[in-house]
């Protein structure tokens, strides 16, 4: 199974162009999407829905003084998910004051972003996603679903070893 068939995403912008953007880009090639304006209606989504696998959230989402900004929310649903996956987004680029406050394993996409910079950094979440890829596939269907970066960091001696048990 694709695994973009099985994953939903929350979208977390409070443009509304980019987040209509983000979402026709997601539900085009079949991910399950959702979309907040601010941490506020992104929280009552995730009370509320069922399946959400990925958060993909803006750094900065105005919503008054006492709102939550893209940071502070990936904290609060990783509470409340702890498996959730976190890919966060800004236009002002990313800095290590910023990437300290990251909840682990979280990805960073700059704005502006294309199409396809948006799709690889979901792949490279939804590789570290449990039965993503399905362990009995050929091991080139199963690199296939990743991208060059997670390429980069597999074990060659694995590869190896899976390559010539003919798996």
């Known amino acids: 199974m ?21 979402v026709s880009i997601l ?3 079949g991910y399950s999407t959702l979309s907040a304006a601010n941490a506020r209606e992104a929280m009552a989504l995730l009370e509320t829905e069922t399946s959400v ?30 498996d959730l996956h976190v ?15 990251f909840v682990d394993g979280a990805g960073f996409l700059q704005k502006p972003y294309a199409r396809g910079q948006l799709l690889n950094a979901l792949d490279a979440l939804l590789s570290l996603l449990p039965n993503s890829c399905d362990a009995d596939a050929p091991i080139f269907d ?26």
């Open 87 to 101: 890919l966060y987004t800004t236009g002002g680029g990313r800095t290590d004051g910023m990437a300290a406050l």
């Open 53 to 82: 696998d990925i958060l993909f959230t803006d750094v900065n989402i105005p919503d008054g003084p006492d709102a939550l900004d893209g940071l502070a929310l990936a904290q609060a649903a990783r509470e409340l998910r702890p």
């Open 27 to 29: 539900d085009d090639i």
């Open 142 to 167: 199963l690199l296939s679903k990743m991208d060059v970066s997670t390429l980069t960091q597999l074990p060659v001696l694995a590869l190896n070893t899976r390559y010539r048990n003919g798996t």
């Open 2 to 22: 694709n695994p973009t068939e099985r994953s939903s995403v929350l979208i977390v912008e409070d443009e509304p162009t980019v987040r209509a953007l983000a």
